[in-house]
């Protein structure tokens, strides 16, 4: 009996010691998470926190970068609302260019990653030639595309002409310029195809299986198998979508100058204008916080109208 008591007691101070030793690894182990995680939240906080916070502060002086800044209150969003040139046309091109890329790329990307999750022959290959215009550099393929749209020489109305087609202005036509830019933005979403193409090998084959089993046509099981199962892919890629085309400006920089008839002035076209081309760095504030406040509007729009579709229902 003794024998048995002495054994009882040492499992007790076997597991005090496990538990004590358990406990200082695990603070250990939090500790040194801590520490890791430093430089990461500088990087954050440095990189974006910070310049989001100062371009609000900033907003409401008047400072031109070189002199001493002068606080003018809610001045430079008064004008950006009652005199500004550019913020009607601005807001209108920049929305109206976001929903067609969205709306284009999605279905583009969609349809391409179906084709190449396909068994046919070669489909690294083809996997490799619609990512690729993803990776190419900016400038690069801007100047690739005008080039094509070149009103004389370029490609597009060559080949208008030997079809017997008028020619198209293109980037100098006041209603081709944005649908024209639209195009250019949907040859380059090779990173949403990748997405899709993903989300498209995970989809259950049990459930195609069984509805085939159920005679339901290769459209059925597209609709109510396929689609159902990469919702939050879609919503992934139409929200990465929606807030990238939200912020666009290099067309404007590489092609069009805001113009013509300032169909291509993008907000953050503008933003740049007044801040490097103009040195009104309050007012270019005043309307990156504007901005900031669109693009958490469509934001939040996405998100309350697919919450229930998305995450489930509560």
């Known amino acids: 009996m003794e024998y048995m008591g002495s054994m009882k007691a040492d499992k007790k101070i076997i597991k005090k010691i496990d538990k004590g030793t358990s406990s200082r690894a695990s603070k250990e182990e939090a500790r040194t998470a801590k520490l890791c995680l430093i430089p990461a939240f500088l990087g954050v906080t440095l990189i974006s926190y910070g310049p989001t916070l100062a371009v609000f502060v900033l907003s409401l002086f008047d400072w031109n970068g070189l002199s001493e800044a002068k606080f003018i209150g809610l001045n430079n969003f008064e004008k950006i609302f009652t005199k500004d040139i550019y913020f009607v046309d601005s807001v209108k091109s920049t929305v109206i260019y976001a929903l067609l890329a969205v709306v284009g790329s999605i279905i583009y990307s969609l349809m391409i990653a179906i084709l190449l999750n396909m068994n046919i022959k070669a489909r690294t290959i083809f996997r490799s030639i619609f ?10 393929v801007f100047k690739g595309w005008q080039w094509l749209y070149e009103q004389n020489f370029g490609l597009f109305n060559f080949i208008f002409r030997m079809i017997g087609l008028p020619p198209h202005k293109f980037l100098n036509s006041p209603g081709e310029v944005i649908p024209s830019l639209v195009l250019i933005a949907i040859w380059t ?32 099981r597209f609709w109510n198998v396929t689609i159902p199962s990469i919702k ?9 979508a929606l807030i990238t085309h939200l912020q666009v400006i290099n067309p404007a920089l590489a092609l069009t100058n805001g ?10 076209y503008v933003i740049y ?7 009104k760095l309050g007012l270019a504030a005043a309307y990156s ?23 489930g229902e509560e």
């Open 273 to 279: 204008m007044y801040a490097f081309k103009k040195n």
């Open 259 to 268: 113009g013509p008839a300032k169909k291509s002035m993008f907000m953050s």
């Open 131 to 140: 990512f690729i215009p993803y990776l190419l550099p900016a400038i690069g």
């Open 232 to 240: 939050p892919i879609i919503f992934y890629n139409v929200l990465t």
């Open 289 to 311: 916080v504007v901005f900031f406040i669109l693009v958490g509007i469509f934001t939040f729009f996405l998100f309350f109208t697919q919450k229930d579709s998305i995450f």
């Open 189 to 220: 979403s090779g990173n949403l195809i990748v997405i899709f193409l993903a989300g498209l090998q995970n989809v259950p084959t049990v459930y195609k299986e069984a509805a085939m089993i159920d005679g339901a046509n290769a459209v059925q």
